[in-house]
């Protein structure tokens, strides 16, 4: 399957027919559908069968919303759907529980909502449930845009195989599992689902879990250089600009707002005193290009000029307005859905950079991907390596690739990578050993460990375990997007080696 589909995104990037594009469009969505299948019904089987036991594992609540909204990224991209999660202030990150089935859940409900939605957007909310008997209680709202649900069937689409468009002539495909799956998820997770909603006017899906909490519970605090920054943020998208303003104001960033870029100009050009009110610019490029739109490369020069800072919000790392803003000296971007701990990192890295700028021109260097990257990628089967080198062609990374654990340890130990793929079925030595022989020469050669990213068709929380114990940095699950692979590359080597042991 992961060949399969991933060919299918591979050939329509090339030069088709339009009658083609319709054939590989069919066959990319059956694939798409059958995989979808497959992995309901052993997720059904498994719960019904009772085999499936909750993880007690400490975990990072915002980890989680960003992986599961990564997951939909690109689907709601396809429909011009904006995703917003919004955590509030109060609830507690650091976790205790199971992160993988409640990414499981929120993907369900998020790719639910995407499905019946056609225009607006996907909001996820995270709250305390008020009234909770149990600190660690949180509540989650799932809402959408999208066509609603009928009242007598409130409660019938979380049975299995049902859906609300249930009639001979329904728009939308599925197999009316996932809603089942779900309850009976939040149920294990000591919580319940329920859904509350109006006919043409969407849906807010809603369910409680309850998890323990670590004793020495911390709580994240934005840098201090990023206290009193005078900013300014442009979005036409109104849920966008709110959820983006509650966070800043909750790490004491000073902010105004605007929806378009007209606006913004006048704004950023009230100078006082020689000198403009605002530090830090946030745009919003939504999905119309920088060469089509002049008054956006307008503010962008602008903000500049007036040595203010400029991070942009794009929904794919691989988008030209990147390379467009670098340009224009773009000093970061945060790619969508925007969460909260995404936005920290690059605005406080962002700010770090400005408080210790010095007259070189290296303080005008963006926060974006390195192009000089070595990638080392181990796989046995041809068709994934061929897959996986076409995919990143055209990023400027340098690929070496290997058919077996064992040359891939090999050819770690003879050059520098940066980061390293690494399937974890291989024929002589597998990926999970290969990983821990590397982890063992770092360790042995004071060398600091590298970003390790497993590939792999399983993902079940034990395997992904397997993984974490080998000393795998990251999981990726096959049938890989090409966008979820460059984010993850983009996501590492970001972070860089870590300090050994």
């Not at 962008?300 to 803003?325: P, Q």
């Not at 080392?376 to 996986?388: K, P, Q």
């Amino acid at each position: 399957m992961n060949a399969i589909i991933g060919m299918s995104d591979l050939l329509s990037e090339g030069s088709l027919s339009l009658e083609q594009q319709e054939q590989l469009g069919i066959l990319r969505r059956s694939s798409t559908n059958l995989l979808e299948i497959i992995n309901d019904i052993l997720d059904l089987a498994k719960v019904e069968s009772g085999s499936i036991g909750l993880e007690e594992v400490r975990f990072d609540l915002h980890e989680v919303l960003d992986k599961a909204t990564e997951l939909m990224a690109l689907r709601a991209q396809e429909k011009g759907l904006e995703i917003l999660v919004s955590v509030a202030s109060d609830v507690p990150i650091e976790l205790i529980g199971d992160p993988h089935r409640l990414r499981q859940v929120i993907v369900n409900l998020v790719g639910n909502a995407i499905k019946f939605t056609e225009r607006g957007e996907v909001a996820v909310r995270v709250t305390n449930e008020a009234g909770a008997n149990q600190p660690g209680t949180l509540r989650y709202a799932v809402s959408d845009t999208g066509i609603g649900i009928p009242s007598d069937m409130l409660t019938a689409i979380f049975e299995r195989f049902t859906q609300a468009d249930g009639s001979t002539t329904r728009l939308y495909g599925g197999t009316g599992l996932g809603l089942a799956i779900s309850k009976q998820l939040t149920e294990l997770m000591g919580g319940k689902i329920w859904v509350e909603s109006s006919l043409g006017k969407g849906s807010v899906f809603y369910f409680t879990a309850r998890f323990g909490l670590p004793q020495d519970q911390t709580t994240p605090v934005a840098s201090p250089d990023m206290v009193g920054v005078q900013t300014l943020l442009v979005s036409s998208n109104e849920g966008s600009r709110k959820l983006v303003e509650e966070a800043l104001q909750s790490w004491g960033v000073a902010v105004s707002q605007t929806r378009d870029e007209e606006s913004a100009l006048m704004e950023l050009t009230k100078v006082g005193g020689g000198v403009t009110p605002h530090s830090l610019l946030l745009l919003d490029l939504g999905d119309i290009d920088l060469d089509r739109t002049p008054n956006r490369t307008k503010l962008i020069k602008a903000a500049k000029d007036h040595e203010v800072s400029v991070i942009v919000f794009v929904s794919d790392v691989r988008s030209s307005n990147i390379r467009h803003a670098y340009s224009l000296r773009l000093d970061g971007y945060v790619t969508k859905p925007l969460t909260k701990k995404k936005l920290k990192s690059v605005i406080d890295a962002t700010m770090k950079k400005t408080a210790s700028a010095t007259s070189h021109d290296s303080s005008n260097t963006p926060t974006g991907l390195d192009q000089d990257v070595a990638i080392l990628l181990a796989d046995d089967s041809s068709d994934n390596l061929f897959l996986i080198q076409s995919y990143l062609k055209h990023s400027g990374f340098q690929l070496d690739m290997a058919e077996t654990g064992k040359v891939a340890f090999e050819m770690y130990k003879a050059r520098k990578y940066d980061l390293v793929l690494m399937d974890v079925q291989m024929p002589v030595m597998d990926g999970h050993t290969a990983t821990r022989r590397i982890r063992e020469w770092e360790k042995q050669s004071n060398v600091s460990p590298i970003p390790i990213i497993a590939l792999t068709a399983h993902a079940y929380q034990e395997e992904m375990q397997k993984s974490s114990e080998a000393g795998c940095s990251d999981h990726l699950t096959k049938p890989i997007k090409k966008n979820i692979l460059l984010n993850a590359i983009q996501k590492w080597i970001e972070q860089g080696p870590r300090q050994a042991d």
